[in-house]
């Protein structure tokens, strides 16, 4: 089964911008959301598809793709962003098995 | 507004069958847009894929956990279950439940979980 590699912490100063990675095989043919996830909640989607934010979800962030690497992008980081970040792929076999990645601690300073 | 609640047992015996509901409610888990799956996270560590179903029954599983895992559909009830057998400590985490995009890997909404302790 496919693995997804996140880094697992980085901090942003406020206001400024972050991007977060997700490395993995199958992100080459598929791609990949983005959860958010603070402390005692559940996961809440941020990014699916190419570039695709739920309602609600500010214009602040913003995915992208190239190669065997997904980003979420966080510009103009607020104290609120502050929480975990995974992302989520298919499975390399595409047999519609999905893989979470590692997942990234996010601190805005 | 769609939203999903988790339900079952919170505490689990070691090598017994861990049970677990979760009931749809504001829209119907017969679309056929959608598929419907269970996530889980030890606690302190990431999230872990279990699985997901088609309202039609159509099932997929996690290779690490496929020989243990059960997730059967309800339409009738508007609820998807998972099973997972032979439990040990391992298996104690919060458990959620969510529906996934069909077109897109797309977990939203999601449960807001239910934790499963495994202990004698």
């Known amino acids: 089964s496919s693995e997804l590699t996140q880094d697992p912490a980085v901090s942003v100063a406020l206001g400024q911008t972050v991007r977060i990675t997700c490395q993995g095989d199958s992100l080459r043919s598929y791609y990949a959301s983005w959860y958010q996830q603070k402390p005692g909640q559940a996961p809440v989607l941020v990014i699916y598809g190419k570039n695709n934010r739920p309602s609600g979800i500010p214009d602040r962030f913003s995915g992208s793709s190239s190669g065997n690497t997904a980003s979420l992008t966080i510009t103009g980081a607020q104290a609120e962003d502050e929480a975990d970040y995974y992302c989520n792929s298919r499975d390399s076999s595409g047999n519609h098995l999905d893989v979470f990645g590692t997942g990234t601690k996010v601190t805005v300073l | 507004q769609l939203q999903l609640q988790e339900s079952g047992p919170g505490l689990v015996k070691p090598s017994e069958t861990l049970s677990l509901t979760c009931t749809v409610s504001g829209g119907s888990i017969s679309s056929s847009s959608y598929y419907w799956g269970w996530i889980r996270q030890p606690p302190g560590k990431g999230l872990e894929w279990i699985g997901s179903i088609y309202y039609s029954g159509s099932t997929y599983y996690n290779p690490s956990l496929k020989s243990r895992v059960t997730i059967s559909v309800d339409t009738s009830k508007n609820q998807f279950s998972l099973k997972l057998s032979s439990v040990t400590a391992a298996d104690t985490a919060v458990y959620y439940c969510?529906?996934?995009?069909?077109?897109?890997?797309?977990?939203?909404?999601w449960g807001q979980g239910t934790l499963v302790t495994v202990s004698s």
């Open positions: 969510a529906r996934r995009g069909g077109n897109w890997n797309d977990y939203d909404p």
